[in-house]
């Protein structure tokens, strides 16, 4: 018999996009649910870098959940050594200092953002996620597999196998959210419009524990990148022995030829990659898990068909290149959920909603063909070292030493490698791909303001900007009591919010005025001396391209809707017209 549930959002999926989605709409008072087909979350490592952006999400979430994350990370001083060996007990032949921690990055890194980058496996981020959106209001049903939808006018109704009494259930919502991974049956089934494609490559993950502190600990790293014969074959640009826990259990990642069989990963298979990789003949590991899987280059150019979502590996399926994975699903769901909310809260038209797609779907392009670029990057690297002529070990092993001679050939072949190695840093320091998201769409008004070209690479280097789509810069702020806050942290939190200086206190009363008029909370803080909040350093007043009187008008999710140089003749006209017109009132 067939049972029907009703909740306003169904989430398909508790991974990071899911998970993140759940507890934001929590927050945010919107009932919701989410369904997951397997018992529990996440049961191996898989993503971990966790990016500035992705640590904003959680600090929006709340202080406890953002020190939970830490809590349980490796933090970012233990992330930085990205060495290429031969084996980790063999020769080094490079080094680059990765994820922030060279000294001029940790200053772009510090001066970006009031989180900080760090490790956190998927097995910790998911339960931190799931508990947020469970004790804030949502409804779970695990060992629940999501089989088909059908949509109409009012709502979404989805059924589901409940896997314990093997009953079909059907669930009626008001939107539906695909976030279940990258082989997504909600995708599949809305048919949304995808390029690239699917298994580009074959690879394995081989999860084990053992203490290798005395080949790491000097050189503390989240990445040992291993060359040895084969390495470039399939896989993600070169053999990779990863942190998962320092020092004591590691992911090996390890290609294969996705033009032949997927190999059988048995124990002895398992234990012998990880002692070739490690490079000890005697290495006894405890293996905890051993899977294959191929590497994908595939992205949806729309994510939406009517009152259904899809996000997270859903929509962009990729390899871990860059680490960008997760934090992109996480950052999808901050897009999507204010959005949602404001709509079930009658504040926003559905239209509102469109703007997601037109946001999201530049940024799975852009990250899809970023990881993918990021695995042929490793091609110099093997070319400097003679590696990429085949897999003669003899021819290869030549190649390496020849790099140490005192010849015009040698030190030719010495700056090749280390120019090969500073490349990577599009992949292993690629700050602008991680903060410089600047949207265009329904959902900012621009009033014909020319976007600021960028100064410096935007792949690599994160530039601060109030134009509107853009993300709020942040710098710190003090509150009257001395208490140094963000602006990010006085925005956010599933309001829309404006900022202004002296002068631009009628900013404050039109604000009020629509608030009331549109039945929209909207915050207002006053920044200047003996205002709400002091800008001692001046660091605001070089941020916000705005005069004193100017505002800055920022969506719960951090990114400026709209912004005026100088008090506008009619500041009430002004924020009607563009709020009506983001809200699609
Ligand atoms: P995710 O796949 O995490 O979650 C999907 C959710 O949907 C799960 O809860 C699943 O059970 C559920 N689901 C699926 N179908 C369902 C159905 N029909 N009914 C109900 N529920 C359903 N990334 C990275 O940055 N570094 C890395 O090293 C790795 N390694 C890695 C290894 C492996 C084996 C995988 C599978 C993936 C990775 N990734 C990775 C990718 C990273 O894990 C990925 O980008 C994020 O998990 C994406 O999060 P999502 O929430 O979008 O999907």
Redesign the pocket.
């Known amino acids: 018999m067939e049972t029907e549930y009703k909740t306003d959002v169904l989430i398909?999926?508790?991974?990071?996009?899911?998970?993140a989605t759940g507890a934001l709409l929590s927050s945010y008072g919107i009932s919701n649910m989410m369904?997951?087909?397997?018992r529990w979350?996440?049961n191996?490592p898989?993503?971990?870098?966790t990016n500035q952006r992705t640590m904003e999400v959680l600090r929006d979430l709340g202080q406890s959940v953002e020190e939970e994350a830490y809590l349980h990370a490796t933090s970012q001083e233990l992330m930085g050594n990205n060495v290429f060996c031969e084996s980790l007990a063999g020769e080094e032949l490079g080094r680059m200092r990765s994820w922030g921690t060279h000294p001029e990055s940790m200053a772009e890194h510090l001066l970006s953002s009031p989180c900080r980058m760090n490790d956190l496996p998927?097995t910790f981020m998911e339960p931190i996620l799931f508990k947020t959106a469970c004790s804030r209001g949502s409804e779970t049903r695990m060992s629940?597999?999501?089989?088909s939808h059908e949509q109409d006018a009012d709502g979404v109704t989805t059924t589901?196998r409940d896997r314990l009494s093997g009953r079909e259930i059907r669930i009626r919502s008001k939107y539906l959210v695909g976030?279940?991974?990258?082989?997504?049956?909600v995708a599949e089934h809305l048919g949304l419009p995808f390029e690239g494609k699917m298994g580009v490559g074959g690879s394995m993950?081989i999860l084990f524990r053992a203490d290798l502190s005395h080949l790491v600990a000097h050189r503390p790293s989240v990445l040992y990148w291993v060359m040895q014969p084969g390495a470039d074959v399939g896989g993600i640009g070169m053999g990779l022995v990863?942190m998962v826990r320092p020092w004591n259990e590691w992911?090996i990642?390890w290609g294969y030829d996705i033009n032949e069989p997927a190999p059988d990963v048995t124990p002895e298979f398992a234990q012998g990659v990880a002692r070739q990789l490690v490079g000890d003949p005697e290495l006894e590991i405890e293996l905890l898990s051993a899977?294959v899987?191929t590497v994908n280059d595939m992205f949806a150019t729309h994510m939406q068909k009517d009152r259904v979502f899809i996000?997270?590996?859903?929509a962009h399926r990729h390899p871990?290149s860059n680490?960008?994975?997760?934090n992109t699903?996480i950052q999808d769901g901050f897009n999507l959920a204010w959005k949602l909310a404001a709509v079930l809260k009658g504040q926003a038209g559905p239209g509102l909603l469109e703007s997601y797609s037109e946001e999201r779907a530049p940024v799975a392009r852009q990250i899809v063909t970023r990881a993918n670029k990021s695995i042929g990057e490793f091609g110099p690297i093997f070319e400097a070292l003679g590696m990429d002529g085949g897999v003669d070990p003899e021819k290869i092993q030549r190649n390496i030493s020849a790099r140490a001679d005192a010849s015009d050939a040698a030190e030719a072949q010495r700056a090749a490698l280390r120019k090969a190695i500073e490349l990577k840093s599009y992949e292993f320091d690629c700050h602008g791909v991680e903060m410089n998201q600047r949207y265009a769409s329904s959902a900012v008004v621009t009033d014909g303001q020319t976007e600021p070209a960028f100064a410096r690479d935007p792949e690599l280097h994160y530039q601060p900007t109030t134009w509107p789509g853009a993300r709020l810069p942040h710098v710190w702020l003090f509150a009257r009591d001395g208490r140094k806050l963000s602006t990010l942290d006085i925005c956010g939190h599933g309001r829309f919010t404006l900022l202004t200086g002296i002068g631009g206190e009628d900013w404050a009363e039109a604000a009020g005025q629509i608030a009331d008029e549109l039945g929209l909370p909207l915050d207002v803080h006053v920044i200047g001396p003996r205002r709400d909040y002091e800008d001692h350093t001046g660091d605001w007043a070089r941020a916000r391209e705005i005069r004193d009187n100017g505002c800055v008008l920022v969506r719960p999710d951090h990114h400026v809707a709209w912004r005026s140089e100088t008090l506008s003749g009619d500041a009430a006209q002004d924020l009607r017209r563009v709020l009506t017109s983001i809200l699609n009132r």
Not at 12 to 19: N, Q
């Open positions: 398909v999926g508790t991974g990071p996009a899911g998970g369904i997951n087909r397997y979350l996440a191996t898989r993503a971990h870098i998927q629940t597999e999501y089989l589901c976030a279940d991974g990258g082989n997504s049956a993950n990863r992911l990642v899977n899987w996000m997270g590996d859903a871990p680490g960008l994975g997760s699903s």
